[in-house]
T-cell receptor, first 116, second 114 residues
Framework: QQQVKQSPQSLIVQKGGISIINCAYE??????FPWYQQFPGKGPALLIA?????SEKKEGRFTISFNKSAKQFSLHIMDSQPGDSATYFC???????????????FGKGTLLTVNP | EPEVTQTPSHQVTQMGQEVILRCVPI?????FYWYRQILGQKVEFLVS????????KSEIFDDQFSVERPDGSNFTLKIRSTKLEDSAMYFC????????????FGPGTRLTVT
């Protein structure tokens, strides 16, 4: 129940295309959903995050869509660029409960390749 | 832009040896975390730390692991007697928020146990 399932495992997109990565969860106590971007040899970098009280959040070319009833959320990268080539992880955190539940549960990651 | 730093970037050790991985969290952050990532796998939570106490730990974080904030800037992870399966990338993270939101990760320490 603590798992976050991420798909696809890998994705190849042409420059200028839209990259879409999906995640699903079971634990209804999750209430914070960040996406992280990781380049080889680097730590995960926080990209964008959403709370379940909104259905969409956009920051530049990156958009999170959130479907609370389906317990799914996705990352859309518009106008994908070769520099976006990286591994993307979705994550989820349970609602804060006064001293616990800080941990992020990560999906398995999606390796995105954007071809020039 | 402030960032989490970690040292060393790569540590090679023999099985059974003790290792200490070091982290300097972002200066105004009060909540600290260790995660690990075995090669090719997902990032896994190990422990969270606040006010000089462990807030939460995973089942991975057994008696061989300990964390400490020895001074006002460093945050360390100690593995007492390393095993081959401890080989992984270890990431330190910190957050300002007491809710655990916006956790910022360091570049990681690659631990290789031989």
């Amino acid at each position: 129940q603590q798992q976050v399932k991420q798909s696809p495992q890998s994705l190849i997109v042409q420059k200028g295309g839209i990259s879409i990565i999906n995640c699903a969860y079971e634990n209804t106590a999750f209430d914070y959903f960040p996406w992280y971007q990781q380049f080889p040899g680097k730590g995960p970098a926080l990209l964008i995050a959403i709370r379940p009280d909104v259905s969409e959040k956009k920051e530049g070319r990156f958009t999170i869509s959130f479907n609370k009833s389906a317990k799914q959320f996705s990352l859309h990268i518009m106008d994908s660029q070769p520099g976006d080539s990286a591994t993307y992880f979705c994550a989820a955190r349970p609602s804060y409960s006064g001293g616990s539940n800080y941990k992020l549960t990560f999906g398995k990651g999606t390796l995105l390749t954007v071809n020039p | 832009e402030p960032e989490v730093t970690q040292t060393p970037s790569h540590q090679v050790t023999q099985m059974g040896q003790e290792v200490i991985l070091r982290c300097v969290p972002i200066s105004n952050h009060l909540y600290f975390y260790w995660y690990r990532q075995i090669l090719g796998q997902k990032v896994e939570f190990l422990v969270s730390f606040y006010n000089n106490e462990i807030s939460e730990k995973s089942e991975i974080f057994d008696d061989q692991f300990s964390v400490e904030r020895p001074d006002g800037s460093n945050f360390t992870l100690k593995i007492r007697s390393t095993k081959l399966e401890d080989s992984a990338m270890y990431f330190c993270a910190s957050s300002e928020s007491r809710t655990g939101n916006e956790q910022y990760f360091g570049p990681g320490t690659r631990l290789t146990v031989t």
